[in-house]
Each structure stands twice: as C-alpha cells, then as structure tokens.
C-alpha cells in the first residue's frame, strides 16, 4: 500500500512556536476593494489575509478547493447594547468538491463553511480592538435545516457575538441566496492558545 506524504515533508510559517503570526505578516489574499462595508481598507486587507493563510492555505491543504470559493463581500462594524458587533458576508458557489453521494452539500463542508466564516468577523474585531481575534476553535453547535445542491449559491452572514481575552464566538447563519430558504447555522466558540506549554508536573 502506497504511503502518503510523510510529516517531515510538511512546512508551514503558520505552524511554529509562535501561537499567532501578526496578519500584516501574511501574503495578501484576494482584493479588498471588492468588499463593501464600513470598516477600513486596512482591516479588510489583513482579515482576508488571514483568511487566505489560517482558513484556505495552500493547494495541498484540507479542502483547499471549497476554502477558495469563500468570497468575502461585506465587512461592518456597529455600536449595539454598549459593544461592537462586526458583521460579515460571504459567498460560496457549490462545487463538485463539496457533494456527498447524494449530491448535496456534504455536512462535513458545511462545518468547515461555518468555522472558516465565523472566524472572519472576530479576525476583524480583533484587528479594530488591536486583540489576537484568529485563535483556535473549541466548540461549535450546527443546525441543518435543508439541503444545498451544485446549483446554489450560499450567502453566509457572520456575526460576532463575544470577543474576550481568552474566549470569543460568532453566530452563522448559511442561506440560499437565491431563494433566502435556510441552509444551516452555527455557533462557533474560539479560545486564544497558550504559546508555550506549562512546565511538566512530576
């Protein structure tokens, strides 16, 4: 049996001692011009290249192929009840890489649509409030509520709902954009990693 690539042959900037690389660090990812909303050029510029990076990667990365038809079109920001909510919205065509047997947007994807989204607002608000907003995910509640065949385009509407200094979430809500019917939506809880490991107890 052929084995696969082995782990010495993998290498990644983003995976190093260092927690969290700096996105004004990162390669640009896609043209922020193209995204409407109020919040800055520079914000929008660093949030997607965080996007590119964590979220899609390179070729040879998980579902690089469904990652790179995430199509950023909307980031704002708004004052409600005392916080700053960000809110952004996204654009994924269906592709073939993204069916199950059936031919419907496999669940698996639509998971990993709503992680990749629902970070993206707390990378910005992070980038406003000059906080670490990429983390890691910890917990995540998804909710089905109809298919998505090869034809649809979803419109994917994130919102963040808490940003801490060790805990943050967004809500997601995954819809046809065509007709509105209601696709999925999620509840995505992110922490801040430790950078360093605490010291063996013996």
């Known amino acids: 049996m052929p084995s696969g690539p082995s782990k010495a042959n993998f290498s990644s900037k983003l995976a190093t001692s260092r927690a969290w690389v700096d996105p004004a660090a990162l390669p640009d990812y896609l043209d922020p011009r193209a995204v409407s909303g109020n919040a800055s050029d520079e914000v929008k510029?660093?949030?997607?290249n965080t996007l590119g990076a964590y979220g899609v990667g390179s070729t040879d990365s998980f579902a690089h192929a469904v990652g790179a038809q995430i199509r950023v079109t909307e980031i704002s920001s708004d004052r409600r009840d005392g916080r700053?909510?960000?809110?952004?919205?996204?654009?994924?065509?269906a592709c073939k890489e993204m069916l199950n047997g059936a031919g419907t947007v496999h669940g698996g994807c639509i998971c990993y649509l709503i992680d990749n989204c629902a970070s993206i607002p707390l990378v910005a608000l992070g980038l406003m409030q000059d906080i670490n907003g990429v983390g890691v995910s910890q917990a995540m509640s998804v909710l089905f509520h109809a298919p998505a065949s090869i034809d649809t385009c979803m419109l994917v509407t994130s919102r963040t709902v808490t940003l801490g200094g060790r805990i943050m979430?967004?809500?997601?809500?995954i819809t046809d954009k065509q007709s509105g019917r209601m696709i999925a939506s999620g509840m995505l809880a992110k922490m801040q990693p430790n950078a360093a490991l605490p010291p063996p107890r013996l």
């Open 45 to 48: 510029r660093l949030t997607l």
């Open 84 to 93: 700053v909510e960000v809110v952004v919205v996204a654009e994924v065509q």
């Open 169 to 173: 979430s967004a809500r997601c809500e």
